[in-house]
């Protein structure tokens, strides 16, 4: 990784930038790269109601999470959020951790951003839950899946993930709490 990336913990300062970070790559990823044709009125609630400001100030005093940042000179490249579990598997509970989010902006993939920020969301997840670790990907991610197949996680079900009135279809993915 670059030796001028910080990577750290967000603060509630940091919500404008992660709120922009959020929206260009959700669609840098979804609407652009992957070409989902999401309707416009379902991307723009989505986009709305996930990364706007408000929302995102919320999200990051959300008790029992936590955020960090990849902060180069005070530009946000990426982000993690990390939390109880809230996927719908009949193994999963909210006591259990769940990685929500990992983002790190177009301009900056393939720098080792992405993995050091999951090591540390990881690390929080492991230390914070207790059961196994969660996530949810898009069923068409295989670069992100790829990514979290590396630190153990196994596909263990399916749901649709809302985006407005669009269901994507989702993997659940599971690592044992106790995985190195
Ligand atoms: C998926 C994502 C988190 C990976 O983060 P990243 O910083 O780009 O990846 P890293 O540099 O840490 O590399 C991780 C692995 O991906 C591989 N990789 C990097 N760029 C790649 C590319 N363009 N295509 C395929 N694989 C790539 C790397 O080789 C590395 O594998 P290795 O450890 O076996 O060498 C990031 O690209 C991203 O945010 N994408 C858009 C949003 C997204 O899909 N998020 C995840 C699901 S919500």
Redesign the pocket.
């Known amino acids: 990784m670059a030796a001028d990336v910080l990577i750290r913990s967000a603060r509630p300062d940091d919500a404008g930038a992660l709120s922009r970070l959020g929206r260009r790559?959700f669609i840098?990823?979804f609407v652009t790269?992957f070409g989902i044709p999401y309707p416009q009125s379902d991307l723009a609630a989505h986009l709305d109601k996930t990364f706007g400001v408000e929302a995102t100030l919320v999200a990051l005093a959300e008790p029992g999470a936590a955020w960090w940042v990849a902060d180069r000179d005070g530009d946000l490249l990426?982000f993690a959020n990390a939390g109880p579990n809230g996927l719908p598997h009949p193994d999963a509970k909210p006591s259990h951790a769940e990685l929500r989010?990992?983002?790190?902006d177009?301009s900056?993939?393939?720098?080792?951003?992405?993995?050091?920020?999951?090591i540390r969301a990881l690390d929080w997840m492991q230390a914070n839950g207790d059961g196994p670790l969660w996530i949810g990907?898009?069923s068409g991610?295989l670069?992100?899946q790829?990514?979290y197949a590396?630190h153990g996680f196994e596909k263990a079900g399916e749901y649709q993930y809302p985006v407005g009135a669009w269901l994507d279809e989702e993997f659940i993915l599971r690592r044992d709490g106790r995985a190195g």
């Not at 900056?108 to 992405?114: D, E, F, K, N, S």
């Open positions: 790559t840098d990823t790269g990426a989010r990992l983002y790190v177009k900056a993939q393939g720098l080792g951003l992405g993995t050091a920020l999951l990907v898009w991610n670069k992100a790829k990514l590396a």
